[in-house]
């Protein structure tokens, strides 16, 4: 006779109940994972610890936990914190999320960056590029526009010139990103 709980009608449903919660090893990989959060939000400087939406609870403790100098009491401390972030209140994800953003920087972020250098290196090389983006958007001060874009151009010959090793001028080509920057060409 085998002791091994079985999926047979006769069982009453017994098994099912057995194995519907997750394995103490799986609690305690959470428990882990959610202090490991908690150290990282210890580690961040204030202004970005208040961007979150954190319990009051928990930022005050984590703030306590910051200002901790003995090595042992910063680790209570976090681990404090680890037991404050297990609270339904808590929204793990998102604050993992916000974190992750902070560290590499939005992907969409980058790629509206790109964008822009991209219509800023097709400005300095066509004319018809500016007149295709003054129909598509409004720009402020048209003149002021032509005359970064002029200087961008005259910058971008003068680097051409220089001899190699030489450090080329960026003034008036960042100023032209900025100045599409400003634009808000979303």
């Known amino acids: 006779m085998s002791h091994l709980p079985s999926d047979t009608p006769d069982d009453d449903?017994?098994?099912?109940e057995l194995y519907d919660r997750p394995s103490k090893s799986q609690v305690k990989r959470e428990m882990l994972a959610l202090t490991?959060?908690?150290?990282?939000?210890?580690?961040?400087?204030p202004e970005r610890l208040r961007k979150l939406e954190l319990p009051q609870d928990l930022f005050d403790a984590i703030r306590l936990a910051q200002r901790t100098a003995s090595r042992e009491g910063r680790r209570r401390q976090i681990?404090?914190?680890?037991?404050?972030?297990?609270?339904?209140e808590v929204?793990?994800?998102?604050i993992r999320a916000?974190?992750?953003?902070?560290?590499?920087g939005s992907r969409e972020e980058a790629r509206a960056q790109h964008r822009l250098e991209n219509l800023r290196d097709l400005l300095l090389r066509d004319d018809d590029a500016l007149t295709e983006l003054l129909q598509r958007c409004?720009?402020?001060?048209?003149?002021?526009f032509r005359a970064t874009i002029r200087a961008a151009?005259?910058?971008?010959?003068?680097?051409?010139?220089?001899?190699?090793?030489?450090?080329?001028?960026?003034?008036?080509?960042?100023?032209?990103?900025?100045?599409?920057?400003?634009?808000?060409?979303?």
């Open 13 to 16: 449903g017994a098994s099912a």
């Open 36 to 45: 490991e959060l908690g150290k990282q939000l210890v580690d961040l400087p």
């Open 79 to 88: 681990h404090y914190v680890g037991k404050l972030m297990r609270n339904d």
């Open 91 to 94: 929204n793990a994800a998102a």
């Open 98 to 104: 916000q974190l992750d953003t902070w560290k590499h």
């Open 138 to 144: 409004e720009v402020p001060d048209v003149q002021q």
């Open 153 to 186: 151009r005259k910058e971008a010959k003068h680097n051409e010139a220089l001899p190699p090793g030489s450090e080329p001028q960026r003034k008036h080509y960042r100023a032209l990103f900025q100045a599409l920057k400003a634009l808000n060409l979303d």
